[in-house]
């Protein structure tokens, strides 16, 4: 028996093409480039929150497998923050309300997913800490999100101001 690790084979994305029948109009076109990776609204407003908190963090310049929104090199800890779409919350369930260009997407969606946890394995095999938020987490429950960075960080003494 091998003692290799079974690794599952990666989710196979089709082309978006019209020649491979997925189609778009126009304005969709248009509003799906303007969504950011980078600088999103949630992402400023935990950065925000950290700073307040005394936390001096990295925006990592070099990229880093993933792409990690912030990373503590001291505390060997990165944090991303995942769109709810893109990233598959509640995905079983979702999944299903696609209605159009489904056999794109619902690829699309499952390979992110398996990335996600592809880059997790890759950083705890390192020894870094892991941290995944949702967009609407970090919107809606900030103090839970940074009261969750500084327990990992070891800070667990401290109080808001």
Known sequence: MSSKPYIRPKVAVPKFSEENGFYTTEQRSYN???IRSKGTKPEKLLKKALWHAGVRYKTP???LPGKPDISLKKYKLVIFIDGAFWHGYDWEYRKHAIKSNQEFWIAKIERNIQRD???N???QLKGWTVLRFWDFE???EIGICLSLILEKMGLNDFTFR
Request: charged fraction near 35%; avoid cysteine; charge should be positive.
């Open 32 to 34: 799906m480039s303007r």
């Open 117 to 119: 946890q592809e880059i």
């Open 138 to 140: 970090v919107k809606n």
């Open 121 to 123: 394995a890759y950083y």
């Open 61 to 63: 310049k070099k990229l």
